[in-house]
């Protein structure tokens, strides 16, 4: 009878190692940065609130599941720069740290934008325009700055951000208004200037349009052919779940290929709700007022939502699958849904579910589909 219960001991121990064994193996399974080790980096944007410790749950995602980060704000010059020559680096060194601890691919966003631009940037003293020298030096001056310091630890930098329009035509930023288009050359120059061996990448968004398109191509082009170094392209993937069409998407797609440039998906998310205007790509100045119609899941995606929600994700996932020699990175635009700034753009208060894990820190079961189309 001793004997019989030891068996019995032997076997019940034995089915909860292989019970944990299992669920360890499960659970490894279901991890995005090994799926595609051998394809392209796979990362996602850190916002403040998780840089400062306050999201440790997010940042246990970003280390398991993740091998690229991007800074989604801290880099920005109104939060490097507010006053002129005053700099604050204290989050974009902690965004960096970060992402030297974890031997992860880092991107910095953005050196030149139109936007989230402090206002002393652009004028004098008495609040006039400042001269073309006079902003060519500045940006110069923010550039060295900021490259300067992260030279060798910062991989890429997102150089230019959405100075092309949905036509084609170039952005009336103040950078195009004070400077004209050179600003986009001089940009790239300095970054190269600041830090040889950084990657130096041009970022914009509705890059499926083939107005935008031709603009970007012969941008890069001319660049080119001037001689001013430019690696890569980001394709900002802020897609709904019916724009873009997947052929427009990858029409686009082959074009930067064929500029003999590095192709990035940098800011990819998928919003379920509507779009009060489909015409406003990503501009962040876009604001609509609040509506219950455009609020339709409070509590959930319907299941037929949801099948359409997966399918249109992985649609996407196989397309880059598809393009894996020329795409390098995939990166999601945020960690959980509870964090998206989709959530508040273009109306605010609204409750959307774009990214891939959700708003308890899950895996959403649409991942275990993406891998398992990567092992085909």
């Known amino acids: 009878m001793k004997n019989l219960r030891k068996y019995f001991l032997i076997l019940a121990v034995a089915a909860v190692i292989f019970s944990c064994a299992t669920e360890t193996k499960t659970e490894q399974s279901i991890v995005l940065k090994d799926a595609f080790a051998e394809q392209f980096y796979i990362g996602t944007a850190l916002n403040a609130k998780q840089l400062m410790g306050q999201d440790p749950e997010a940042m246990r995602v970003v280390k398991e599941q993740f091998n690229a980060i991007v800074a989604e704000n ?18 974009a060194d902690k965004f960096v740290a970060f992402g030297e601890e974890n031997n992860m691919f880092i991107t910095g966003h953005t050196l030149v934008w139109h936007s989230q631009v ?52 170039y952005r009336n930023s103040k950078f195009y208004q004070i400077i004209g288009e050179d600003f986009i050359k001089l940009a790239f120059q300095f970054a190269h200037e600041a830090d040889p061996e950084a990657e130096l ?19 890069v082009k001319k660049l080119q052919e001037e001689g001013v170094r430019i690696d890569g392209i980001g394709m900002q993937t ?21 500029l003999g440039v590095k ?23 876009a604001s ?28 996407f996932f196989r397309l880059f699958h598809k393009y894996q020699n020329d ?23 609204r409750t959307d579910y774009p990214l891939l894990f959700d708003r308890e820190y899950q895996a959403k079961p649409v991942v275990a589909r993406i891998i398992d189309e990567v092992k085909k």
Request: charged share 30%; hydrophobic share 35%.
């Open 74 to 91: 801290c880099m920005k010059s109104e939060r490097l720069q507010a006053e002129e020559g005053k700099f604050t680096f204290s989050l």
């Open 238 to 258: 802020h897609i709904g779940m019916d724009y873009p069409k997947l052929e427009d998407f990858e029409s686009s797609l082959k074009a930067y290929i064929g």
């Open 201 to 219: 990448y041009y970022n914009d968004y509705s890059m499926h349009k083939a107005g935008k398109r031709q603009g970007v191509v012969a941008m």
């Open 327 to 349: 795409i390098t990175r995939v990166t999601l635009w945020g960690v959980y849904d509870g964090q998206s700034w989709k959530n508040d753009w273009p109306v605010r208060g």
């Open 118 to 169: 402090p206002k002393w940037f652009f004028t004098d003293e008495e609040g006039n325009d400042v001269s073309r020298e006079v902003m060519i030096e500045r940006m110069k001056n923010h550039i060295y700055t900021v490259v300067g310091r992260y030279k060798g630890r910062v991989k890429g930098w997102d150089v230019v951000n959405e100075a092309v329009l949905d036509d084609g035509s």
């Open 288 to 315: 609509f007022e609040y509506q219950q119609k455009l609020n339709p899941y409070t509590e959930g995606l319907p299941d037929e939502v949801n099948t359409k929600y997966e399918e249109r994700y992985l649609d």
């Open 263 to 285: 192709v990035m998906i940098t800011e990819l998310d998928l919003s379920v709700l509507p779009m009060p205007d489909n015409n406003v790509g990503a501009e962040v100045s």
